[in-house]
């Protein structure tokens, strides 16, 4: 009798340890399928629009694409030059005056091939003149050369002196630090170096 009793008490104690448990599992499948349904629900939503609007999308691709081909973005992170947003126009040669961007062809201080945006300070048929290490374009001043960097390596100064040649640039920048045509690592930029004609935008 005594046994039967604790067999008793032991079955409702295991039926009470089991009701918690059915409630966890069926909750728990519920909130699985209302995941499930919601999510589901989602890409019906995702799905329509995009059906509806993908000629705009198509549209903005190919915009995309074509602004690309002909231009990129170009962010300036140093202190040689102001402001911090530019667009280059790939392919287009730059003007006196104007800005460029164009392939670094050492590897003092910087990758081969990392971009440079400069000033364009000489063009081919321009006069420069070194008077010490500052250097001149037609008589104006365009920077003076150091003997080492901010970081304290040698840098050697632009050997040339003369007639900027045909096809040749003289790139500057309005820091004293900057890396520029005044620098032998840098020179005078050649045209197949230049990726584009760079502007301004903020």
């Given amino acids: 009798m005594q046994n039967t009793r604790i067999l008793h008490l032991f079955g409702r104690c295991a039926s009470h340890a089991r009701n918690p448990l059915r409630s966890f599992f069926r909750s728990s499948t519920l909130a699985v399928n209302g995941l499930f349904f919601r999510f589901a629900r989602t890409q019906d939503v995702i799905y329509e629009h995009l059906r509806r609007r993908y000629p705009v999308y198509l549209l903005l691709l190919l915009l995309q694409l074509a602004f690309t081909h002909y231009f990129e973005l170009a962010i300036n992170v140093s202190d ?12 287009t040669q730059p003007i006196k005056g104007g800005y ?6 050492s590897d003092f201080l910087y990758h081969p ?4 945006l400069k000033r364009v300070a000489g063009q081919a048929g321009d006069l420069v003149t ?5 250097y001149h374009v037609n008589g104006k001043f365009v920077g003076e050369a150091r003997k080492t960097t901010r970081s304290g390596f040698a840098i050697e100064p632009l050997a040339h002196t003369g007639i900027i040649p045909a096809g ?21 930029v050649a045209s197949s170096q230049i990726i584009g004609a760079a502007y301004r935008v903020f």
């Fill in 80 to 91: 040689s030059l102001p402001g911090t947003l530019y667009v280059i126009q790939k392919g």
């Fill in 100 to 105: 460029a961007a164009f392939c670094y062809q």
């Fill in 113 to 116: 091939g990392s971009h440079f």
């Fill in 130 to 134: 070194a008077r010490g290490n500052k």
């Fill in 168 to 188: 040749r640039y003289y790139m500057m920048a309005d820091n004293p630090y900057s890396l520029d045509s005044r620098y032998a690592v840098v020179g005078l």
